[in-house]
């Protein structure tokens, strides 16, 4: 469903009814990407394809450790170590109505790459006891990537026969993505790969299905190339 991530599914089934309730929410980002030198003020549409008025909670929480086993994502609500704001925190739009949530990047000088997730949840009102209903509410979260001053990417590849293992040694994300690889004795039977985000630091071990050489289209700082991994 396009390109905007589904982070939560909430399903309450009732037991009288055969009635649904739906939050008809669109989020028309699904990236924020701040780079330095760069607009450090960025909006997001909120959108209400309804028929009924929707009430809309902004959370913003810090990614610390992204991409490691030891992530943690952590409710900033001290206002002196905000660092990524995001504005208003609540909405109320209309049937058929859509808001802008601003986004402020608070620290454009920053050293180290910041990365957050936005939250944007549907607010709905219990329901009665009489009028059980099956009601599915759709969150989505938004990726916001603050880039350090001076990004460096630095990709660093090697591989064991069938293991490829990636290291992302620069200071700002890479995105690996589009990846395949083809079978060597049947160069007509290609299997895709698995895309993944590395940040800063991270390591990823891939099994890959034959020792062969593997495609995947890189992005980084410096733009996105097709690259392939012999």
């Known amino acids: 469903m396009s390109l905007n991530k589904i982070i939560r599914l909430a399903i309450c089934l009732g037991f009288l009814l055969p ?3 739906r939050a008809d929410m669109y989020v028309d980002r699904s990236i924020v990407l701040f780079e330095p030198g760069g607009q450090q003020r960025q909006d997001i549409k909120v959108s209400n394809s309804g028929d009924e008025v929707m009430y809309i909670q902004i959370e913003v929480f810090r990614v610390d450790e992204p991409g490691t086993t030891a992530e943690q994502r952590v409710k ?4 002196d170590e905000l660092r990524l704001l995001a ?3 609540k909405l109320v739009i209309p049937a058929g109505g859509q808001k802008l949530v601003r986004i ?8 180290a790459e910041g990365v957050y997730r936005i939250n944007v949840t549907p607010i709905v ?3 009665a006891e009489e009028a059980s209903q099956l009601r599915i509410i759709v969150a989505y979260q938004v990726l916001a990537i603050v880039q350090p001053q001076n990004p460096k990417s630095t990709l660093k590849v090697s591989r064991n026969g069938a293991v490829l293992n990636f290291e992302n040694q620069g200071n700002t994300n890479i995105l690996l993505s589009d990846g395949s ?3 060597p004795a049947d160069q007509n ?7 993944r985000r590395l940040y800063a630091g991270n390591h990823w071990q891939l099994d890959l299905p034959y020792d062969a050489p593997v495609a995947y289209s890189v992005r980084s700082f410096d733009g996105i190339k097709k690259q392939v991994f012999p």
């Open 189 to 195: 039977v290609c299997s895709e790969l698995t895309s």
């Open 87 to 89: 504005t208003p925190t």
């Open 104 to 111: 402020m990047n608070l620290e454009p000088d920053n050293l």
């Open 181 to 183: 690889q083809c079978d």
């Open 19 to 21: 009635a649904l309730i």
């Open 76 to 79: 900033v609500d001290n206002p």
């Open 125 to 127: 009102a219990p329901l």
